[in-house]
């Protein structure tokens, strides 16, 4: 697949802004992710996330950007960019079919004010918009309401449990599937 481009200008509602990631961010984005919360969802894997964990996802997010497979970005607050409140990453789920995978994860400091919303909020438009995505996914635990809620407030429908989905922190974890197509984005 072509590389997915980097957004020109940055994609920003004047509350957050998301830029590129860089090696300068690791000490903070590893310190917003490794929040419990973050790890109870978002880290797959048995073994303890580790800044070596970080760094090599960090030095594979460029050649992955090229490969046209996923393009990470840091949420920022606009006013203040070196204060990381999060991450987001579009993805493939099927690039060649239409459909694009959305995720974002937050640090504890930047929870309950809106920060996911907007993200996902810039992120929708842009992959309709600059991608011509036709149908944005978003999955989750089934236990994971907060992010459910973030997917609801941006008009994601919630089309069904996928039963044991995927490896998830030594076996298989369910995933609840929403989806997004043009012109339904809140
Ligand atoms: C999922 C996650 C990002 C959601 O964070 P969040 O703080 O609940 O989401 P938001 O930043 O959109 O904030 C929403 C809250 O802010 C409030 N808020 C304040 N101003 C707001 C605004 N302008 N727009 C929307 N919500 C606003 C809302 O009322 C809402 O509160 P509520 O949940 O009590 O109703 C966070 O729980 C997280 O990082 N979890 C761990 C990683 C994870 O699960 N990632 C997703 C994997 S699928």
């Not at 409140?85 to 504890?108: C, F, N, Q």
């Amino acid at each position: 697949m072509p590389p997915l481009p980097h957004p020109d200008p940055a994609l920003t509602d004047g509350v957050v802004l998301l830029r590129p990631w860089r090696e300068s961010d690791l000490p903070q984005r590893f310190a917003g992710f490794a929040d419990p919360l973050c790890l109870r969802f978002s880290w797959p894997l048995e073994e303890p996330f580790t800044e070596q964990h970080l760094r090599a996802r960090f030095e594979d997010e460029e050649p992955a950007r090229l490969r046209g497979e996923e393009i990470g970005f840091a949420v920022v607050n606009a006013a203040e960019p070196a204060d990381i409140r999060g991450g987001a990453s579009i993805y493939d789920a099927g690039r060649s079919e239409g459909r694009m995978g959305v995720g974002y994860w937050l640090a504890p400091h930047a929870h309950g004010r809106g920060n996911a919303t907007r993200t996902l909020r810039l992120l929708t438009r842009w992959a309709f918009d600059e991608l011509a995505v036709e149908r944005l996914e978003l999955t989750c635990g089934p236990d994971n309401i907060a992010s459910q809620q973030v997917a609801l407030r941006c008009g994601f429908v919630r089309e069904g449990l996928l039963r044991s989905h995927i490896p998830f922190q030594g076996g298989r974890r369910d995933t609840v599937l929403f989806s997004l197509l043009p012109g339904e984005s809140e």
